[in-house]
């Protein structure tokens, strides 16, 4: 049973930081690639940041970039999202999803290309 647990959300002030993690089991982590999602009431869900499988690219929305780093460990099964500089609208629930052998940038930028998904975890920035 493939399961994706988030951890890290939380309460911060707008310029500080918070790092989500994401722990992967019951599948081959590394054959994955990982999109970190976003969603808030009443709006889509929208990708963050997403890290390939075989060479760990990264791609960023352009909201966070320069803000937010994405990082993955093989060996630990996990993904890490630094977010640096938070702002009041990074405010929402955070998601990890997995997606097979995932590359190219339209597949990874687009939610119903994962398979698995996390349960979430919120991230609140007060101004």
């Known amino acids: 049973q493939v399961q994706l647990v988030e951890s890290g959300g939380g309460l911060v002030q707008a310029g500080g930081s918070l790092r989500l993690s994401c722990a992967a089991s019951?599948?081959?982590?590394?054959?994955?690639?990982m999109g970190w999602f976003r969603q808030v009431p009443g709006k889509e869900r929208e990708l963050v940041a997403a890290i390939r499988w075989r060479d760990s690219v990264t791609y960023y929305a352009g909201s966070v970039k320069g803000r937010f780093t994405l990082s993955r460990d093989n060996a630990k099964n996990t993904v890490y999202l630094q977010l640096n500089s938070l702002k009041s609208e990074d405010t929402a629930v955070y998601y990890c999803?997995?997606?097979?052998?995932?590359?190219?940038?339209?597949?990874?930028?687009?939610?119903?290309?994962?398979?698995?998904w996390g349960q979430g975890t919120q991230v609140t920035v007060s101004s």
């Open positions: 999803a997995a997606k097979s052998f995932g590359v190219d940038y339209d597949d990874l930028v687009n939610p119903r290309r994962y398979i698995y």
């Open positions: 019951g599948l081959t982590f590394s054959n994955y690639a």
